[in-house]
């Protein structure tokens, strides 16, 4: 399974500052022909779960999903690991995931 094979990743910056105490990497799920839905990266409580946005966001996002019927879709995101490096910048925004950090690294050899 695709998890076990990235369990201990590390190429990338993002296995580099990971927490000690990270639980799972965060992978898509839902059918994969049909809307996508891509997330920057997980949260504290999906990274708790494994899942992609199970949060403040999945909540949402389930009322919306729910409320218009969908259920031909695809949840995932941009990285698969939460980042321990501080998600602001020095203006106080939240800073993009560079790109070493997204999936073109996760599909390197």
């Known amino acids: 399974m695709l998890c076990d094979e990235w369990a201990g990743c590390t ?6 500052y ?9 992978f898509g799920e839902g059918r994969q022909r049909g809307i996508l839905f891509l997330g920057e990266g997980p949260g504290a409580t999906e990274e708790n779960y494994g899942r992609p946005f199970i949060g403040k966001s999945g909540d949402l996002l ?11 879709y695809y949840i995932t995101n941009v990285v698969a690991c939460r980042s321990c490096i501080p998600l602001l910048d020095e203006l106080g925004n939240q800073r993009v995931p560079a790109a070493e950090e997204t999936c073109r690294a996760c599909r390197a050899t």
């Open 11 to 16: 190429k990338c910056s993002l296995s580099v």
């Open 62 to 72: 389930n009322r919306f999903l729910e409320h218009y019927k969908v259920n031909n």
């Open 18 to 26: 990971r927490d000690a105490n990270q639980k799972h990497m965060v």
